[in-house]
């Protein structure tokens, strides 16, 4: 392999590849470990560029498109928006139960997250405050993911089911 196996103390509970080289003009490798830090890891030196203690414990983390931000979403059910080269950790939104999915829009300019309220919400990244609320389903939502304009979002339910949202009609 081209990278080996890391010796770690903690477990991975999930990985993310920057979309387009970004911080440094590299690729980097996201891992989010079990003990609520988040790693860093240079694909092209093969070497761990930074680690965060993100504090509460982090359920989900990707990279923004833009490839220089990272997204978390917390077991306290916050977001958080993480620039690893100033370590700036920007607070977004709460969620108002628990959070099961949630994504960031490729734009940057939203989230949209599902959970144990049944409910979508969506949050302006730049306003940090809740946009709109869209109506409840008869379970919970496992799966928010903006399509690439980021005017729209597919929503899938624990029954299974999904359906296209537009971001300014609940």
């Given at each position: 392999?081209?990278?080996?196996?890391?010796?770690?103390?903690?477990?991975?509970?999930?990985?993310?590849?920057?979309?387009?080289?970004?911080?440094?003009?590299?690729?980097?490798?996201?891992?989010?470990?079990?003990?609520?830090?988040?790693?860093?890891?240079?694909?092209?030196?093969?070497?761990?560029?930074?680690?965060?203690?993100?504090?509460?414990?982090?359920?989900?983390?990707?990279?923004?498109?833009?490839?220089?931000?990272?997204?978390?979403?917390?077991?306290?059910?916050?977001?958080?928006?993480?620039?690893?080269?100033?370590?700036?950790?920007?607070?977004?939104?709460?969620?108002?139960?628990?959070?099961?999915?949630?994504?960031?829009?490729?734009?940057?300019?939203?989230?949209?997250?599902?959970?144990?309220?049944?409910?979508?919400?969506?949050?302006?990244?730049?306003?940090q405050r809740e946009k709109v609320v869209f109506p409840e389903f008869d379970t919970d939502v496992k799966e928010v993911i903006f399509l690439p304009d980021s005017r729209q979002f597919v929503v899938r339910t624990a029954k299974g089911?999904?359906?296209?949202?537009?971001?300014?009609?609940?």
């Amino acid at each position: 392999p081209l990278l080996r196996p890391l010796k770690k103390q903690t477990a991975v509970l999930s990985i993310d590849v920057n979309p387009k080289p970004g911080l440094n003009g590299r690729y980097y490798l996201l891992m989010l470990n079990s003990d609520s830090t988040a790693s860093l890891l240079d694909t092209t030196a093969r070497e761990r560029w930074t680690t965060a203690n993100l504090g509460s414990p982090v359920i989900q983390a990707q990279f923004a498109a833009d490839g220089q931000h990272i997204f978390t979403t917390h077991a306290d059910s916050t977001f958080w928006l993480w620039k690893p080269e100033s370590n700036l950790h920007q607070r977004i939104g709460k969620y108002t139960g628990t959070p099961y999915g949630a994504s960031l829009s490729p734009d940057g300019t939203l989230i949209a997250a599902g959970g144990s309220d049944h409910r979508v919400h969506t949050w302006s990244v730049i306003e940090q405050r809740e946009k709109v609320v869209f109506p409840e389903f008869d379970t919970d939502v496992k799966e928010v993911i903006f399509l690439p304009d980021s005017r729209q979002f597919v929503v899938r339910t624990a029954k299974g089911e999904v359906s296209l949202w537009h971001v300014d009609q609940p």
